[in-house]
């Protein structure tokens, strides 16, 4: 159980959250936005941290998840619940039909394959005017109700996110700490050395795709039904950026890393808007700053400066000790 | 675990104190706003966020409105539909303002609109898209044109020069699209058949493509709805193609940069746009001939050339005022109730008589046809 230590600290700062902050907007608010970007934050860091593979269209899955919701509620009046489910097999579907291909690349045309898929889409939200709604988006989209129990207050949502971000999480460390995650360790390592140990790379890359779409998808669900509106632009190639910024910043390969990576970005612009027109470039400089000291991200870095403070301290006072008994 | 507890608890103590709102007496009028300052719709939320700061500054520094200081509070949403919701509610649960002016985009402002009405708080828009108003909701207000009645106002133009076959072409942009289905839908009410409709991304730089189509229809005029560059090189690559038909654009041209990008090309382009471009030629007896000149040196002796953008932020501040002082307080449902009774209001836009049904109230004389002459805009009516 040592590897969900991590886990149980978490979960007790989300439910402490509102117990000792109840009705504050960055609870109810901020750290909804939060808990969602945490979602897809811990999503792509199997695929960039664990796998090495990189991808900058992970709000394409996002945004398949979140208009599939989004048209099958409206338009069709579906069930939302069945709506997630059908937006997780379209988004099954078509990370399934692109990885392959996508996969076989590697560095920058990777990068620059899934940088297209994700522009691709998001094209086709803002031209699919009919069933979109097009830029100006579509709005109405019902909320969700669990067993009569309407999700339609700030808190619930907090409640809902709070509570799938803690399973995405166990989700995630039990995949990292099993035999396919450390094939995935083992695929960015090296896919030749991997291969030769009998780890089906392609199959196992095609398969971390797949999973990472599969919560982009449910978390852009929740996001629409959230929202009550959808609109192309919180799809956009910027919001893959984003994404990929929050696991950098965080920690590569560290899923509690790309939680907190995501907690900062999003509440760091809240906080810096007392700073009015200066408030992008102070933000530009804090990113600039964490990457320059901490260059593998937040949560690694710290912790291996502590590790090394330590070492460093048990080192002196172990000196000290041989130079009296000396 | 309590060290993290102590830690994320002090954490969260200094967020609080480090923005948390100022005490606050209980005279103030507080107005909220959150605009595309930064991002590609800058362009908007920048003269309307100066036009705001400018006139609360002036109020406040003559003793405030009716005796009460006005505080705005304002956030940047970088045209983004999701921020706006965020900072709507920012707005409305933790500074608690009075009421809302802002929403540069359709986006912003069509999203934040189920909140404005949950939360039961009037929301003035200075976006553009007609499906901010129809339907009427209740707590929702806009202050710009509609899309609508700019091709509404074009197509009266056509039918006086007696064209009825138009090619259209438009941008893929929000404003592009919006025009565009406003314009098909209008067509038949004016007798307009549509003999082309060809559309163009934001960044191409050439539409002869589309426009040799155009040229091989029997169309008698062609009608530009579009943004940014894109109008710019339609301009140009009609003059080019030596297509002698008439162009028309939308008020989305409606600057002085778009006269610029096009030189020449743009000599004799007609499109409809709000009086402000023109103030100086307007006749002495048209009743917003003193504000818009008074707007435009004001902003002009600030901050540069003045867009009607600006203007629109000038409109939603002093309507809401307005309210705020006929309600005599800044109860949200007597203001929205005051704001509903807008009639004649002079603004930037034209003048405004809203009603139940009509949470616009700008008739199609606000706005003016213009050619496009030596460089300048002159009024053909």
């Not at chain 1, 995405?168 to 989700?171: E, T």
């Not at chain 2, 359709?106 to 404005?116: E, F, I, N, Q, Y």
């Not at chain 2, 067509?187 to 058949?193: R, W, Y």
């Given at each position: 159980?040592?590897y969900?230590?991590?886990?149980f600290?978490l979960?007790?700062?989300?439910?402490?959250?509102p117990?000792?902050?109840?009705?504050?907007?960055?609870?109810?608010?901020?750290a909804?936005?939060?808990?969602l970007?945490?979602?897809?934050?811990?999503?792509l860091?199997?695929?960039?941290?664990y796998?090495g593979q990189i991808?900058?269209?992970?709000a394409?899955?996002?945004?398949?998840?979140?208009?599939?919701s989004?048209i099958?509620?409206t338009r069709?009046?579906w069930?939302?619940?069945?709506?997630?489910?059908?937006?997780?097999?379209?988004?099954?579907?078509?990370?399934?039909?692109v990885?392959?291909p996508i996969?076989?690349?590697k560095?920058?045309?990777?990068?620059?394959?899934?940088?297209g898929?994700?522009?691709i889409v998001?094209?086709?939200?803002?031209?699919?005017e009919?069933?979109t709604?097009g830029?100006d988006?579509?709005?109405d989209?019902?909320?969700l109700?669990?067993?009569?129990w309407?999700v339609?207050?700030?808190?619930?949502?907090?409640?809902v996110?709070g509570?799938?971000l803690?399973l995405?999480?166990?989700?995630a460390?039990?995949i990292?700490?099993?035999?396919s995650g450390r094939?995935?360790r083992?695929?960015h390592?090296?896919?030749?050395?991997?291969e030769?140990m009998?780890?089906?790379t392609?199959?196992?890359?095609?398969?971390?795709?797949?999973?990472?779409?599969l919560?982009?998808?449910?978390a852009?669900?929740?996001?629409?039904?959230?929202?009550?509106?959808v609109?192309?632009?919180?799809f956009?190639?910027f919001?893959?950026?984003?994404?990929?910024t929050?696991?950098?910043l965080?920690?590569?390969?560290?899923?509690?890393g790309?939680v907190?990576?995501?907690?900062?970005?999003?509440?760091?612009p809240?906080l810096l808007v007392v700073?009015?027109?200066?408030?992008?470039m102070?933000?530009?400089?804090?990113?600039m700053?964490?990457?320059?000291?901490?260059p593998?991200?937040l949560?690694?870095g710290f912790?291996?400066?502590?590790r090394?403070?330590?070492l460093?301290?048990?080192r002196?006072?172990?000196g000290?000790?041989?130079?009296?008994?000396a | 675990m309590?060290?993290?507890?102590?830690?994320?608890?002090?954490?969260?103590?200094?967020?609080?104190?480090?923005t948390g709102?100022?005490l606050?007496?209980?005279?103030?009028?507080?107005?909220?706003?959150?605009?595309?300052?930064?991002?590609?719709?800058?362009?908007?939320?920048?003269?309307?966020?100066?036009?705001?700061?400018?006139?609360?500054?002036?109020?406040?520094?003559?003793g405030?409105?009716?005796g009460?200081?006005?505080?705005?509070?304002?956030y940047?949403?970088?045209g983004?539909?999701?921020?706006?919701v965020?900072?709507?509610?920012?707005?409305?649960?933790?500074?608690?303002?009075?009421?809302?002016?802002?929403?540069?985009t359709?986006?912003?402002?069509?999203?934040?609109?189920?909140?404005?009405a949950e939360?039961e708080i009037?929301?003035?828009?200075?976006?553009?898209s007609?499906?901010i108003?129809?339907?009427v909701?209740?707590?929702?207000?806009?202050?710009?044109?509609?899309?609508?009645?700019a091709?509404?106002?074009?197509?009266g133009?056509?039918?006086?020069?007696?064209?009825?076959?138009?090619?259209?072409?438009?941008?893929?942009?929000?404003?592009?699209?919006?025009?565009?289905?406003q314009?098909?839908?209008?067509?038949?009410?004016?007798?307009?058949?549509?003999?082309a409709d060809?559309?163009?991304?934001?960044?191409?730089?050439d539409?002869?493509?589309?426009?040799t189509k155009?040229r091989?229809?029997d169309a008698?005029?062609?009608?530009?709805?579009g943004?940014g560059?894109g109008?710019?090189?339609?301009?140009?690559?009609?003059?080019?193609?030596?297509?002698?038909?008439p162009?028309?654009?939308s008020h989305g041209?409606?600057?002085?940069?778009?006269?610029?990008?096009?030189?020449?090309?743009?000599?004799g382009?007609?499109?409809?746009?709000a009086?402000?471009?023109?103030?100086?030629?307007?006749?002495?007896?048209?009743?917003?001939?003193?504000?818009l000149?008074?707007y435009?040196?004001?902003?002009?002796?600030?901050?540069?050339?003045?867009?009607?953008?600006g203007g629109h932020a000038?409109?939603?501040?002093?309507?809401?005022?307005?309210a705020?002082?006929?309600?005599?307080?800044t109860?949200?449902?007597?203001?929205?109730?005051?704001?509903?009774?807008?009639?004649?209001?002079?603004g930037?836009?034209?003048?405004f008589?809203m009603?139940?049904?009509?949470?616009?109230?700008?008739?199609?004389?606000?706005?003016k046809?213009?050619?496009?002459?030596n460089?300048n805009?002159?009024?053909?009516?």
């Open positions: 159980m040592r969900l230590r991590g886990f600290i979960t007790a700062i989300v439910v402490a959250m117990f000792l902050f109840p009705d504050n907007y960055y609870v109810t608010v901020v909804v936005a939060a808990g970007n945490a979602i897809l934050a811990v999503s860091n199997l695929l960039m941290g796998a991808s900058l269209g992970h394409a899955f996002f945004g398949i998840g979140a208009y599939s989004a099958l509620t069709f009046g069930n939302p619940w069945l709506a997630i489910v059908a937006g997780m097999a379209l988004t099954c579907s078509v990370a399934f039909l990885a392959r996969l076989r690349l560095g920058h045309y990777l990068a620059m394959a899934t940088l898929l994700g522009i998001n094209i086709l939200l803002v031209q699919g009919r069933w709604g830029p988006g579509l709005g989209i019902p909320t109700s669990i067993f009569g309407i339609d207050s700030d808190l619930r949502w907090y409640i996110i509570s799938v803690l995405v999480v166990v989700l460390q039990n990292i700490n099993s035999r094939a995935l083992a695929l390592g090296s896919e030749v050395a991997a030769m009998g780890i089906n392609t199959a196992t890359k095609t398969a971390v795709f797949v999973l990472a779409a919560i982009a998808s449910l852009g669900s929740l996001f629409s039904h959230q929202q009550t509106f609109s192309p632009e919180s956009s190639f919001f893959s950026i984003e994404l990929v929050m696991v950098v965080g920690g590569m390969a560290s899923t509690y790309a907190l990576g995501a907690v900062i970005l999003t509440f760091l809240e700073f009015e027109e200066f408030e992008v102070i933000f530009g400089a804090i990113l700053l964490m990457m320059i000291f901490l593998q991200g949560l690694v912790n291996e400066q502590i090394k403070w330590l460093q301290r048990a002196a006072s172990g000290e000790q041989r130079r009296d008994i | 309590s060290i993290i507890k102590t830690i994320s608890s002090l954490a969260v103590s200094a967020i609080l104190t480090l709102s100022q606050m007496a209980s005279e103030t009028i507080k107005i909220g706003s959150f605009l595309a300052i930064t991002g590609g719709a800058s362009f908007l939320g920048d003269p309307e966020l100066k036009t705001l700061q400018m006139y609360v500054e002036e109020i406040n520094a003559a405030g409105h009716a009460k200081q006005i505080e705005l509070v304002h940047d949403t970088g983004r539909a999701k921020d706006a965020k900072f709507a509610k920012r707005l409305i649960q933790k500074d608690k303002v009075d009421l809302i002016v802002g929403g540069s359709s986006g912003t402002s069509l999203a934040v609109m189920p909140l404005v939360s009037p929301f003035i828009s200075l976006a553009g007609v499906k108003i129809y339907p909701q209740k707590w929702t207000f806009k202050m710009p044109h509609t899309d609508a009645m091709a509404a106002k074009i197509y133009d056509m039918r006086k020069r007696g064209i009825s076959k138009v090619a259209l072409i438009s941008g893929s942009g929000g404003f592009g699209k919006s025009g565009r289905t314009s098909i839908n209008l067509a038949k009410q004016f007798g307009i058949t549509i003999v060809e559309s163009y991304g934001a960044k191409d730089t539409m002869t493509a589309q426009l155009i091989d229809t008698q005029a062609i009608l530009n709805f943004f560059t109008p710019a090189i339609v301009t140009k690559n009609v003059r080019q193609l030596g297509i002698d038909l162009l028309y654009q041209v409606a600057s002085k940069k778009f006269i610029e990008l096009a030189g020449e090309a743009a000599e382009v007609r499109l409809p746009a009086a402000l471009l023109v103030a100086d030629q307007l006749p002495d007896s048209d009743p917003q001939k003193a504000v000149l008074a435009k040196s004001k902003f002009e002796a600030a901050h540069g050339p003045v867009s009607t953008f000038y409109d939603g501040l002093f309507i809401a005022l307005d705020i002082e006929r309600a005599g307080t109860d949200k449902a007597k203001v929205r109730d005051e704001i509903e009774n807008t009639k004649g209001f002079i930037t836009a034209g003048v008589n009603s139940p049904q009509d949470h616009l109230g700008l008739g199609m004389d606000a706005f046809m213009l050619e496009i002459k460089g805009w002159v009024i053909v009516e």
